[in-house]
């Protein structure tokens, strides 16, 4: 495998790069390079990222999970399609690739993803014990819609109908292909969130990763528009990426993947700005506590004014 010579770089020491261009050789960083590769990554500086990147040139292909994060072939970062591949565990079986996602997949990043699909399943599971009536769940950001595959397929006699909410059709397409099985259970929406209506309510609104792209403004007027189409008794769950996930410098550096990363005071204060009671908002996590869930409860006391609201408003315009 072609590396470049230490000489290009002014930046990294000589020693550095020759480790580098050591762990390239054999294929990616072996088990116990994980910590003195991952504490090298976390203190370069943007020159530095960007020599690496030239470095590690050789892997930045769709071929890998690092690779395929950082050249997008979709455009975006955290496509339906990689977020499958994290579900699966997915590894390259060519050896220049396959230590690569091996070290991919045992960061804290894609194991908090991994861990929300099992949120997303036991989420699933509360709302059909809740009685034998049929549910409604709506979906921001369905992409792969392989959660709902999972749960479906462990789960056929589940009485929840799904209406799944993305923009790209090709996401959208990739879903219907996987669940197959069960379209009489699904509906399919090509359309930005920002402009769905509905005459609908909805026992549970989800969105697993979409509110982490989303800058605070968007984050709560999104909540207030939706909060009008939660059922009585029904719940809006969000998920975001916590302000201390481990693994936001390789995620940046590697795969030039960034998020809006949240605290747990974070969300509660979008959610109270949107006009949730606080009595109404709690945050929970996944096992790693990588990535939070927002929860508001629809009950009488839940939204019961638009004040916050619309302060918050006035002051985001002023």
């Known amino acids: 495998m072609e590396t470049k010579t ?19 050789a054999k294929g990616g960083p072996d088990l116990e390079d994980y910590p003195v590769f991952e504490e090298y990554v976390n203190k370069l500086n943007d020159q ?9 040139k050789p892997i930045l292909n769709k071929e890998n999970m690092i690779g395929y994060g950082y050249v997008k072939p979709y455009g975006y970062a955290g496509d339906f399609h990689v977020i499958d591949m994290i579900y699966q565990v997915k590894t390259s079986d060519d050896p220049r690739y396959h230590k690569w996602d091996k070290w991919y997949h045992e960061q804290h ?21 809740k009685n034998d009536k049929p549910k409604e769940m709506l979906i921001l950001g369905s992409g792969p819609a392989a959660d709902v595959f999972e749960y479906l397929e462990s ?3 589940s009485r929840i109908h799904f209406d799944l909410l993305d923009l790209d059709q090709r996401a959208i397409d990739y879903a219907r292909e ?26 549970t609104i989800w969105s697993a990763g979409l509110f982490d792209y989303f800058k605070e403004k968007h984050f709560v007027y999104l909540v207030n528009k939706y909060r009008e189409f939660i059922a009585e008794d029904g719940e809006m769950v969000i998920g975001n990426f916590a302000d201390g996930n481990p693994s936001v410098k390789l995620m940046h550096v590697l795969c030039d993947w960034n998020l809006n990363l949240r605290s747990k005071e974070d969300l509660t204060h979008y959610a109270v700005a949107a006009g949730a009671d606080p009595s109404s908002i709690r945050v929970d996590s ?10 508001i409860k629809n009950n009488k006391n839940s939204f019961k004014t638009a004040e916050n609201f619309i302060s918050w408003l006035e002051f985001n315009n002023n």
Do not use: M, W
């Open 6 to 24: 230490a000489t290009t770089f002014s930046v990294l020491k000589e020693t550095e790069v020759q480790y580098l261009q050591s762990i390239l």
């Open 48 to 56: 530095g990222i960007e020599e690496l990147r030239i470095l590690l």
């Open 109 to 129: 990043a894609p194991q908090a993803v991994r861990n929300r699909k099992e949120f997303f399943l036991n989420l699933c599971a509360e709302l059909d014990a």
């Open 155 to 157: 789960n056929p006699d």
């Open 178 to 203: 996987k669940n197959l099985k069960y379209l009489d259970r699904l509906n399919f929406i090509r359309i930005n969130v920002l402009r769905f209506k509905t005459h609908k309510f909805y026992d």
């Open 286 to 295: 996944e096992p790693l506590g990588v990535n939070l869930f927002l929860r």
